[in-house]
């Protein structure tokens, strides 16, 4: 069993790319009790509220066209949506300008965000560097580049933590996080160009020409499911993330949205080693399969099963202990952060599980449901996040309430995708 394992392809590419971000979270690790002592939870709220505002924005960067560039079988139509992403991307960033520029401060006072207004500008660009990253990130990960991906996420890492660091001991607020934010995202974005350039083989750098003339017009409407479907579905689950910060900032302040940052954040470091790895890979794998007539539901349910797995382990033991390993880790002031993130842990475990649920969706052409699905579900959370927070003022129940329904979504989310892939499997020609 071990010997099959080893040889696997897929099982060595994760490997792979878990490696480089296990590195990249290492590190994170590594820097993050000196960080969070140097800070403390107001600049890392602050952080938050800026982080949640540019989540509702960035979905719109590129009307999720670049998630359709592993699709084609061809890699000229792979760069044409390359080239048709940036070209939205850059319109949506000067538009956005535009009305920020107009009207930026109306806009903070309306949300409430009047902590950021000075920093507004700066979301149109990191919107702007977060699309081209992504068009990178997607190329490589078609062309199945993954050392590529793994060196830089560890380099970005290092750079990145070293910068709150070394800033940290001269100037321990907010606003520099925001601002190492930013350009952290436009660092990110050109490592991926010139390391794709460096590091790629031939046949995996983007910047070589198309040997063909693409038709923007004709791509962009052959894959217009993205931008009416899967747009929307992003935009809906950014406002999700983003909705437990906005909320817990304005009914109890930046000290306790920093709380669910740095929870938030400390979660994610497994979950993006794991989740990214298994996502990253099983996307391009899926599609694949669909396309051949195999049986993607076996391989969608080994996935989903290998990685819950994985990820028992760390998430119960904070569950168990968050508060303790939050205080000791981070400092005495962040054991509250400890017990947000017993509740967080759960739901962060079973979206982790869903990531190959996820990577499914837009290749069994699943885009519409899963539009009807978020909606339904923001409206959940949107509810119990109001009622704890504004009724019983309780900002440790809003937590754990949000992330009870972001639980049971994800499991509802499994059949919903099994009953389709059923359906799509009988469909298929190949059988």
């Known amino acids: 069993m071990i010997k099959q394992l080893t040889k696997s392809k897929f099982v060595r590419n994760v490997v792979l790319v878990a490696t480089g ?3 990249a979270q290492a590190i994170n690790l590594a820097f993050s009790p000196i960080i969070t002592r140097m800070y403390g939870p107001e600049a890392f709220g602050l952080l938050g509220t800026f982080m949640a505002v540019l989540g509702f924005v960035t979905p719109l960067a590129a009307l999720a066209y670049p998630i359709a560039i592993v699709l084609p079988k061809s890699d000229d139509d792979a760069k044409g949506i390359a080239k048709l992403s940036f070209c939205i991307a850059l319109v949506m960033a000067l538009v956005l300008t535009v009305v920020l520029l107009l009207g930026g401060e109306q806009i903070a006072a309306l949300l409430g965000m009047q902590a950021i207004t000075s920093f507004m500008l700066l979301i149109p660009l990191a919107m702007l560097f977060s699309a081209l990253q992504q068009i990178m990130q997607q190329w490589l990960i078609r062309k199945k580049q993954f050392k590529v991906t ?26 520099v996080l925001i601002i190492l934010a930013t350009l952290g995202s436009a660092l990110y974005t050109v490592q991926l160009w010139f390391g794709a350039k460096r590091w790629a083989d031939k046949d995996g750098r983007i910047d070589k020409l198309a040997e063909k003339n693409i038709d ?30 906005l909320i817990l900032a304005s009914f109890f302040g930046p000290v306790v949205a920093g709380f669910f940052s740095l929870g938030m954040s400390a979660l994610s470091a497994p979950a993006l080693l794991i ?67 017993q509740w967080m842990a759960l739901w962060v475990l079973i979206s982790l599980a869903a990531r190959p649920l996820i990577a499914t969706i837009p290749v069994i052409k699943m885009q519409g449901i899963f539009l009807i699905y978020e909606l339904v579900f923001l409206g959940l959370k949107t509810l119990v996040l109001w009622v704890a927070s504004y009724l019983y003022e309780s900002a440790l129940l809003a937590v754990a309430l949000y992330s009870l329904v972001t639980a049971i979504s ?13 359906r799509a499997f009988k469909k298929s020609p190949s059988f």
Do not use: C
């Open 410 to 422: 994800y499991l509802v989310l499994y059949v919903i995708v099994t009953v389709v892939s059923a």
């Open 150 to 175: 793994a060196r830089i996420a560890v380099s970005q890492s290092l750079i990145l933590n070293s910068s709150k660091v070394g800033l940290g001991w001269f100037w321990p607020i907010g606003s």
């Open 21 to 23: 971000t296990a590195g």
């Open 216 to 245: 923007l017009k004709v791509l962009a409407y052959e894959h217009r499911d993205f931008p009416l479907y899967r747009t929307p579905q992003i935009w809906i689950n950014a406002i999700s993330q983003s909705l437990p910060v």
């Open 275 to 341: 989740g990214s790895s298994v996502g990253n890979v099983f996307y391009p794998r899926i599609a694949e399969a669909v396309n051949r007539g195999e049986d993607h539901i076996q391989l969608l349910n080994k996935a989903t099963v290998v990685t819950f797995m994985v990820g028992l382990l760390p998430f119960t033991f904070i569950m168990l202990f968050g508060p303790y390993v939050f205080g000791l880790v981070f400092g005495a002031e962040w054991y509250i952060a400890g017990q947000y993130a």
